[in-house]
């Protein structure tokens, strides 16, 4: 079975620092792979999606990057933190070729401080 | 953890009762529709989906309606339970791209014991 995992579950970091997430997505073989944020209270905003090694399709300008290293690993990042970088990050990962069911990692929980 | 469901609209039920939550999406070309539920500080899960070619698809308790001439999806729980206590999500498949989909702003169930 498939199994995706996000670290770490919370982090706290001041303006100004560096950022890296990192997911992984096991028992499966090319998946697409996306980064969401989800500030308190609201719904989920597209980061990034890649459909494959060294892919990245960025939704949203902004303060973060994202990477595909591996097949299966997706990293988000960042140089410098905002205040407004705040928030739940999530890692999902669908079946290649098609937009259907994504399934979503635990998430990290990031406070920026 | 922080509640996702801080400033989303709220629908409250008795133990027992059916729920049914309501959702208007906006491209009459999206041709796949899925409903996620999503407890606190976590990331959220697949309930269940529907094409564009049915107008109703049941699971265990749950229902999901399509109406495509108003664009309108719901989500029906039958006997809703203390545990169903959630944010749901619709999401819809994207126009532009086959790979993304585009989620609802959500709505909080409570359920009263």
């Known amino acids: 079975s498939q199994t995706i995992h996000q670290w770490p579950a919370t982090l706290v970091q001041p303006v100004g620092s560096p950022l890296s997430l990192e997911c992984t997505v096991e028992?499966?073989?090319?998946?697409?792979l996306y980064w969401y944020r989800q500030a308190a209270g609201r719904g989920l905003q597209l980061l990034f999606y890649?459909?494959?090694?060294?892919?990245i399709s960025s939704e949203v300008p902004q303060n973060l990057s994202a990477s595909r290293p591996q097949d299966r690993q997706f990293i988000l990042s960042s140089k410098k933190l905002l205040l407004s970088d705040s928030g739940f990050y999530l890692c999902?990962?669908?079946?290649?070729?098609?937009?259907?069911?994504?399934?979503f990692g635990p998430g990290t929980r990031l406070t920026v401080t | 953890g922080e509640s996702v469901g801080l400033h989303l609209p709220t629908l409250s039920v008795q133990e027992g009762d059916n729920s049914i939550i309501n959702c208007a999406y906006s491209?009459?070309?999206?041709?796949?529709f899925i409903w996620y539920k999503q407890e606190s500080g976590k990331g959220p899960q697949f309930i269940i989906d529907?094409?564009?070619?049915?107008d109703k698809r049941q699971g265990q308790r749950v229902t999901v309606l399509l109406n495509k001439t108003v664009k309108h999806l719901s989500l029906q729980i039958a006997a809703t339970q203390p545990g169903d206590s959630a944010v749901y999500f619709c999401?819809?498949?994207?126009?532009?791209?086959?790979?993304?989909?585009?989620f609802g702003s959500g709505t909080r169930l409570l359920v009263r014991p």
């Open positions: 529907i094409r564009s070619n049915m």
């Open positions: 491209n009459s070309a999206s041709d796949y």
């Open positions: 890649s459909v494959g090694i060294g892919q």
């Open positions: 999902a990962w669908s079946v290649p070729d098609t937009v259907y069911e994504q399934y």
């Open positions: 999401a819809e498949n994207s126009r532009d791209s086959s790979y993304k989909l585009i």
């Open positions: 028992g499966t073989s090319n998946p697409n």
